[in-house]
């Protein structure tokens, strides 16, 4: 990952923001704006507990771009490191797997959503402006999915079977 400026944490949208259900627009990764975003993306996923991933429209900027880190996840098999990624376009999804996903934007709920277990994504890396290829498998998988749903004006709810598939988050003390 290239080197970023100092990040501010932002506070994240929660649904039902406007914001999170629609599309985002695609962005320019050298734009200086866009590398402070990618900043303030990392810096605010690094203070929340538990998230490995936040995508621009939720702390409200309606940009193709999100932040991903699934190092520290016990279900990450594959894991690129931390980075962010703008313009994402999924180029080739197999072997759908039923899992529970939860989101900072959807904080009382988690739900089982079915997504392909291995992936291949294109992108850009904000600052250089390299187009990169991540081809990955598991939970890196599955986040990578949950954040271009959101880029595309998605939440996990919108892909749950049904009802029963949605369950009240669990909070540990």
Do not use: W
Request: aromatic residues 4%; proline residues 9%; contains cysteine.
């Amino acid at each position: 990952m290239p080197a970023l400026p100092p990040g501010v944490v932002l506070p994240v949208v929660t649904a039902p923001a406007r914001v999170l259900s629609e599309p985002c627009r695609e962005v320019d990764p050298v734009d200086p704006a866009v590398v402070q975003l990618a900043a303030d993306l990392l810096a605010t996923m690094a203070v929340s507990p538990g998230c490995v991933g936040l995508a621009a429209n939720q702390v409200g900027e309606p940009l193709r771009m999100f932040s991903l880190d699934v190092g520290a996840h016990p279900k990450a098999r594959t894991c690129h490191g931390v980075y962010v990624l703008c313009n994402p376009v999924v180029t080739s999804a197999t072997r759908n797997e039923k899992s529970r996903e939860g989101c900072m934007s959807v904080p009382d709920f988690t739900g089982d959503v079915k997504r392909a277990s291995r992936l291949t994504v294109d992108g850009v890396l904000p600052v250089t402006g390299e187009r990169v290829t991540i081809v990955t498998d598991a939970f890196e998988a599955r986040a990578l999915q949950h954040e271009i749903d959101h880029l595309d004006g998605l939440l996990f709810l919108d892909r749950v079977a049904d009802a029963r598939a949605i369950h009240p988050r669990r909070t540990y003390l």
